[in-house]
C-alpha cells in the first residue's frame, strides 16, 4: 500500500483550485493533472508500505497530530518545481503559521523514528495540480499569466488525514485511512 499524510484542501480554497485547475487543461499543456478529488496539502509520504507497518504509521500520525489546533491557511499564487522557469512539478503555495512547519516537523520526525528517512528537501508548503510530461516544458509566460488568476483564498484545515493511494487506470485514488480532528 502508498501511503501519504495530508490536510484537505476545503471550501472556499478547494472551488478556486479547482477552478484553476480546469482553466489549466484547457491549455492543451503536456501535463498529468490531478482530478479534483484528489486537491490536498501532502505533510508526509511513506510511499509503499507493506501492510503489516500500516499500525504502527497510524500511530506516529496519531502522536504527530496531537495538540495541534485548527491552521489558517490561504492559496498563495501558482509556482513550479524543481524552478518556476523549469518546471518539472505546477503548484499553488500556501502561506501558512508556523504550526504547519511545526506539524510537518513532527510527522517527519515520527516517520524517521519508524524507519522512513526525511524529505531531505525544506517543506515548502504546495498543493500539486500536475506533473509536466517527460522530455516537454511549460511556456514560462502563460504559468506567469495564469498565475494572476487565483484568488488569495483563505481556508480552515481542521483535519490531517492519512491516505491510502490506490493506483487504477485512471490515476490514483486516495482512500482516507484514518482522518484526526485537529483540536480536538
Given at each position: 500500500?502508498?501511503?501519504?499524510?495530508?490536510?484537505?484542501?476545503?471550501?472556499?480554497?478547494?472551488?478556486?483550485?479547482?477552478?484553476?485547475?480546469?482553466?489549466?487543461?484547457?491549455?492543451?499543456?503536456?501535463?498529468?493533472?490531478?482530478?479534483?478529488?484528489?486537491?490536498?496539502?501532502?505533510?508526509?509520504?511513506?510511499?509503499?508500505?507493506?501492510?503489516?507497518?500500516?499500525?504502527?504509521?497510524?500511530?506516529?500520525?496519531?502522536?504527530?497530530?496531537?495538540?495541534?489546533?485548527?491552521?489558517?491557511?490561504?492559496?498563495?499564487?501558482?509556482?513550479?518545481?524543481?524552478?518556476?522557469?523549469?518546471?518539472?512539478?505546477?503548484?499553488?503555495?500556501?502561506?501558512?503559521?508556523?504550526?504547519?512547519?511545526?506539524?510537518?516537523d513532527r510527522l517527519e520526525r515520527g516517520g524517521e523514528a519508524i524507519g522512513f528517512p526525511p524529505e531531505g528537501v525544506p517543506f515548502q508548503p504546495h498543493i500539486t495540480l500536475g506533473r509536466v510530461r517527460e522530455g516537454h516544458r511549460i511556456p514560462v509566460a502563460d504559468i506567469?499569466?495564469?498565475?494572476?488568476?487565483?484568488?488569495?483564498?483563505?481556508?480552515?484545515?481542521?483535519?490531517?488525514?492519512?491516505?491510502?493511494?490506490?493506483?487504477?487506470?485512471?490515476?490514483?485514488?486516495?482512500?482516507?485511512?484514518?482522518?484526526?480532528?485537529?483540536?480536538?
Open positions: 500500500m502508498r501511503l501519504f499524510v495530508a490536510i484537505p484542501v476545503v471550501e472556499p480554497a478547494h472551488s478556486e483550485v479547482a477552478g484553476l485547475l480546469a482553466h489549466l487543461r484547457e491549455n492543451g499543456w503536456p501535463v498529468r493533472w490531478v482530478r479534483e478529488e484528489g486537491i490536498h496539502l501532502t505533510l508526509k509520504f511513506f510511499g509503499e508500505v507493506a501492510p503489516e507497518r500500516f499500525d504502527v504509521i497510524e500511530e506516529a500520525v496519531r502522536i504527530a497530530g496531537r495538540g495541534t489546533d485548527p491552521l489558517p491557511l490561504r492559496l498563495a499564487g501558482l509556482g513550479g518545481f524543481p524552478t518556476d522557469t523549469r518546471p518539472r512539478v505546477l503548484w499553488v503555495g500556501i502561506e501558512a503559521p508556523p504550526a504547519l512547519e511545526l506539524l510537518q506567469e499569466r495564469l498565475g494572476g488568476r487565483l484568488q488569495p483564498t483563505p481556508f480552515l484545515a481542521t483535519e490531517l488525514v492519512l491516505y491510502e493511494s490506490v493506483l487504477t487506470p485512471r490515476g490514483p485514488r486516495y482512500e482516507s485511512r484514518l482522518t484526526i480532528r485537529l483540536g480536538a
